[in-house]
């Protein structure tokens, strides 16, 4: 039992820092030899868990070769456009300029039942509205509206806008982020001022506090501690 727990935990730091190792790209959308990659190591981790008579060095050895081919095969992605291609394939467009590309809808497999459902996801439910879709080599589809379609932006109208800061939270559970409240360039002292005015006198009595992008400081009470209801009370500092 304990050979067991020993080994899987072996195993759960070799494979997480192969993860780290590979880069950030693993953890979000993934091409399918990026998806074959994480899906053998998880399986060759996974043999000398469930079996002590396999040696726990050939797991590690395989897992390091599939670590070293990932990265290698990054790096040539990187040199050469022509390897990045043949690896993850290239993306597809499946409308140009308003027209679909029915040639290449029939080689991907996409009906056109599916096409729809994924305009819909993009929030562009009517065909008529695409300029441009685009499947990208991830799976992701890109869809790019018309130009009358396009959402109304604040510079159409010649308003002048100011640049927003990027939101941080100040506050979890009860917990200071200090780092964060000095990214915010808001002092400590100052942050306790200004909750002391809204009655807030411990940390403790906050679910969540953060900056939004306009240096507005927004506080969550835990439930009950202004009303009996379940749902976290909203204040602003």
Request: hydrophobic fraction near 50%; include cysteine; glycine fraction near 6%.
């Amino acid at each position: 039992m304990l050979i067991v727990a020993v080994r899987t935990l072996i195993l759960y730091a070799l494979v997480l820092f192969a993860m780290r190792l590979m880069g950030k790209s693993e953890l979000s959308k993934m091409s399918p030899f990026q998806l074959v990659i994480v899906f053998m190591i998880a399986e060759l981790a996974a043999i000398p868990i469930d079996d002590p008579a396999v040696s726990l060095v050939n797991g590690v050895m395989a897992i390091f070769t599939l670590m070293f081919l990932q990265i290698l095969f990054s790096y040539l992605s990187i040199k050469s456009e022509g390897f990045k291609n043949f690896i993850t394939g290239k993306p597809s467009i499946l409308i140009e300029k308003g027209r679909l590309n029915v040639k290449e809808l029939r080689r991907l497999r996409i009906t056109s039942t599916d096409l729809l459902e994924q305009l819909r996801l993009e929030n562009c439910p009517s065909l008529a509205d695409v300029q441009y879709a685009i499947m990208e080599s991830n799976g992701q589809l890109t869809v790019i509206p018309k130009a009358d379609a396009q959402p109304l932006k604040p510079r159409d109208m010649k308003l002048a806008v100011s640049d927003g800061g990027l939101p941080v939270i100040l506050i979890s559970d009860g917990i200071l982020y200090e780092k964060n409240l000095q990214f915010a360039g808001i002092s400590e002292e100052l942050f306790q001022q200004k909750l002391m005015t809204k009655g807030i006198r411990s940390y403790e009595d906050i679910f969540l506090a953060f900056s939004d992008e306009n240096k507005i400081i927004h506080v969550y009470l835990n439930a009950g501690k202004r009303s009996c209801e379940d749902f976290a009370q909203e204040v602003k500092l």
